[in-house]
């Protein structure tokens, strides 16, 4: 994977902050950090003539090409499927963009907030404990840049699979909408009770009639209690305190309809027990019960050093660190550190002198130039 | 396949036994036959996919016992089940697993997300299958994973997203954490589709198959790495940041006019000043706007209660939709927050051929469902076929791929093992 920057100020994701040590600068940024592990990385100036001529030289043994310019910009420059289709038959070309490469919104300006917003759930943001203590506010997006890792694993699923027929078809163009990913992965469920009911819950309406999140001791706890045998063993959980044994409770429309009630008794029962002890009592019951870890209690549970979620990672510039890379185990090819993210036009010479068969004395003369 | 026998469909010709069920790994599958897998659904009369029972009767029911606030949705199977094959097994009996085995044998993957070990116990783990298919790609996805010691939790979708950490970081600064409730199940389908697709790649070009562990609270704590390097670099346990960037502003979600039960309201990203300088034209240059405090990025990020006060002041009696369009015109980032009867009225959507009609069983007429997110120039995805009754393709299955006979068939079923 070699990932193509511009020499001048490289991805924008290299000026967010925070950086590691708190140190700012271009090569400390965690998010760039993060998202760039494993990748190789080159300085090309697209703009100019030779920057793009070496950018094809790279595609020309390339099986995927994946950017997210904005569509006129890519027609601009030339590196629209188009233009590349003829010359780069067997090239996967995959744009990702806010509203897809065509239709009438397609050079709208979105970020990640505008998306999920616009194509998301996040009228339905918050809902349960967090709307009820803040209902005046507005909608709140998805964490850090989640609703872009959601697009992008959109757009990893659509490239596998075009990798898969490739050597049969060949190349291919992948139009991938960002807005679309919002709507397929997290708008989903409303749009169906929408589409096929006509209503669907906003913020006030988004949460069951108890349970939830509900404030323990040192935190919150999640509880999902809506059918029969789970509000049993929550009744049994909580010590069959007696007004949680009104006849009237045994039925899930009789727990609905007296659902603030339930929910004052369970506050009542959690808030001084500690959320741990009252996850792995709940789920010594099987009750669907757990705790709103924080990422520190992630970071050290014995569950995720027993998985190898956390992986040792060492960064040139920022020193050792625990990347959360390893999301899957496979008995072939589970996720590994194998090097940091690339500094800026850190691997310039392995591959325009490595693999473009440059001369040390050419990329001099491009540096110069700024061309890379 | 086309007349020149190539693929119309980037999964074509790839068969898949599915064992999922319910939301993960409906949506997987629902990733992998909308590409054009033969997605072949194992179910059994004593054990149906609880999204069986979430459509049109059922659902009044639901509504009746009250126990979700809105809770009318059509569907899950309807949806999730587009575009697939579905035979039926109980999986109790000894003959049905053989049965199982011999399906395995024909196709290239398995997946499944039942908690861990359940087919293990059926002698359906991969352990077993993988001696039925050398070349078999084989995907589990559980809400903590195969192993661990967690691996044994209730994983209901709002659980296991309070686990991976994803939702303590979501929320207001000031409050509560947000519940992550059923796209959190997508989320982590998502993530199931692309790994075992990548890992069929794999198996193509080498012929050897994997086993795939893939736990659903990692796929969302994935999602906030930089955050937890923020912990592992620098000690450092991170707040929420409500709809706010640590590099950009204006930033935010901004109350509109217009009625509506959750209110009309307007996303706006600046992400330099340039964009401040067409938004402060777009505002007609009030005063306020002026303040040098607001000019550069670093005065707008250490002044944002007060910029974003001003901001929903000028947005507060506009309509959204008109505020984009005017917004968008001068370069700036912004969006409607969107409600479904917005999404399904979007002019883009319309424009990319988003939406396909596509009939409901029983001849209760038809629905729109939302295509897959992207477009293949080559080999189109598409949603083709409705979702199939239990056991659909059971004549399919054993007599056309096994070579049983219908006789035999039929005897299984009467004994409760083709059932």
Not at chain 1, 256 to 274: C, H, L, N, T
Not at chain 2, 198 to 209: D, I, P, S
Not at chain 2, 286 to 296: I, L, Q, V
Request: charged share 25%; glycine share 10%.
């Amino acid at each position: 994977m070699i990932k193509v920057e511009d020499p001048a100020e490289g991805d924008p994701a290299r000026a967010v902050p925070p950086y590691a040590g708190d140190i700012e600068d271009r090569e400390r940024s965690l998010a760039f950090m993060h998202f760039n592990t494993n990748k190789l990385g080159v300085s090309l100036d697209i703009e100019s003539e030779q920057g793009r001529e070496l950018l094809f030289e790279l595609l020309a043994d390339a099986d995927v090409f994946i950017e997210d310019l904005p569509p006129a910009e890519a027609e601009r420059l030339g590196l629209d499927y188009a233009s590349l289709e003829e010359r780069f038959p067997q090239l996967i070309v995959a744009a990702i963009t806010p509203f897809g490469s065509t239709g009438p919104q397609r050079d709208y300006r979105a970020e990640d907030l505008n998306l999920y917003m616009y194509g998301g759930d996040g009228f339905t943001n918050p809902g349960a404990l967090a709307y009820d203590t803040h209902p005046d506010r507005e909608p709140v997006k998805l964490p850090y840049a989640a609703g872009e890792a959601i697009s992008g694993t959109s757009a990893a699923l659509a490239i596998a699979a075009a990798l898969l027929v490739q050597p049969m078809v060949g190349g291919q163009f992948i139009d991938l909408s960002r807005q679309e990913a919002h709507v397929s992965v997290m708008h989903r469920f409303q749009m169906r009770s929408y589409l096929t009911g006509g209503i669907y819950e906003t913020r006030p309406t988004n949460k069951h009639a108890y349970g939830d999140c509900v404030p323990c001791a040192d935190g919150y706890i999640v509880v999902y209690a809506a059918q029969n045998h789970h509000w049993k063993m929550l009744v049994e959980l909580m010590g069959e305190p007696e007004w949680a044994l009104d006849p009237e409770f045994e039925t899930q429309a009789g727990r609905a309809a007296r659902g603030d009630e339930i929910q004052r008794g369970m506050e009542q029962w959690a808030k001084d027990i500690p959320g741990e002890e009252i996850y792995r009592a709940a789920q010594r019951l099987g009750a669907p019960i757990g705790r709103f870890l924080n990422l520190d209690e992630v970071s050290t549970s014995e569950h995720e050093r027993a998985r190898g979620f956390f992986v040792d990672g060492y960064h040139p510039i920022a020193g050792p660190a625990e990347y959360p890379i390893q999301l899957f185990r496979a008995t072939e090819d589970s996720p590994q550190f194998r090097r940091a993210a690339p500094l800026h036009g850190e691997h310039n010479r392995e591959v325009i002198c490595g693999r473009l068969g440059r001369t040390a004395r050419q990329l001099d003369v491009l540096r110069q130039s700024g061309v890379v | 396949m086309t007349n020149d026998g190539l693929p119309r469909r980037p999964l074509e010709g790839v068969r898949i036994v599915d064992f999922t069920h319910v939301l993960v790994g409906g949506y997987c599958s629902l990733m992998w036959s909308s590409l054009g897998a033969e997605c072949i659904k194992i179910e059994s009369s004593a054990r149906r996919d609880p999204l069986r029972s979430r459509s049109g009767r059922a659902a009044a029911q639901d509504r009746t016992q009250g126990q979700m606030s809105v809770r009318r949705a059509r569907g899950g199977l309807d949806e999730f089940g587009l575009n697939k094959r579905s035979i039926t097994l109980n999986l109790r009996e000894p003959r049905a697993i053989e049965l199982a085995k011999r399906v395995v044998a024909v196709s290239d993957m398995v997946g499944e997300n039942f908690r861990p070990g359940v087919l293990e116990r059926r002698g359906l783990g991969w352990e077993v299958l993988r001696e039925v298919n050398p070349g078999l790609v084989y995907i589990s996805m559980s809400a903590g994973g195969g192993f661990g010691p967690d691996r044994e939790d209730a994983g209901y979708a709002s659980v296991f997203a309070a686990m991976s950490g994803f939702s303590s970081m979501w929320g207001y600064e000031d409050g509560p954490p947000v519940l992550f409730r059923l796209p959190s199940d997508m989320c982590a389908g998502a993530m199931g589709a692309f790994v075992s697709i990548a890992a069929l790649v794999r198996a193509r070009r080498t012929g050897k198959g994997q086993h795939i562990d893939l736990a659903n609270r990692e796929t969302l704590a994935s999602y906030l790495g930089d955050a937890f390097l923020d912990y592992s670099y620098n000690g450092r346990v991170p707040a929420r940041r409500g709809n706010r960037h640590p590099a950009w502003a204006p930033h935010g979600v901004y109350p509109s006019a217009g009625e509506h039960e959750g209110g009309r309201w307007i996303t706006i990203a600046v992400t330099s000043d340039e964009e401040w300088r067409a938004l402060v034209g777009a505002m007609g240059a009030p005063e306020w706007a002026g303040d040098p405090r607001f000019e550069h990025v670093e005065g707008r990020l250490a002044n944002q209660d007060e910029l974003d006060a001003r901001i929903g002041e000028w947005t507060a009696d506009q309509d959204c939709f008109e505020l984009m369009e005017r917004l968008q015109a001068v370069g700036v980032a912004a969006t409607p927050v969107g409600y479904p009867e917005d999404v399904a009225a979007s002019p883009q959507l319309e424009a990319r051929g988003a939406w396909r009609e596509v009939p409901l069983p029983n001849d209760e007429g038809t629905t729109r469902w939302f295509s897959p997110p992207w477009r293949f120039s080559k080999t189109p995805t598409d949603i083709l076929e409705p979702a199939p009754e239990m056991g659909e393709a059971n004549h399919y299955v054993f007599c056309e791929l096994l070579g049983m006979d219908e006789d035999e068939v039929e005897q299984l079923s009467a004994e409760g093992v083709i059932a």
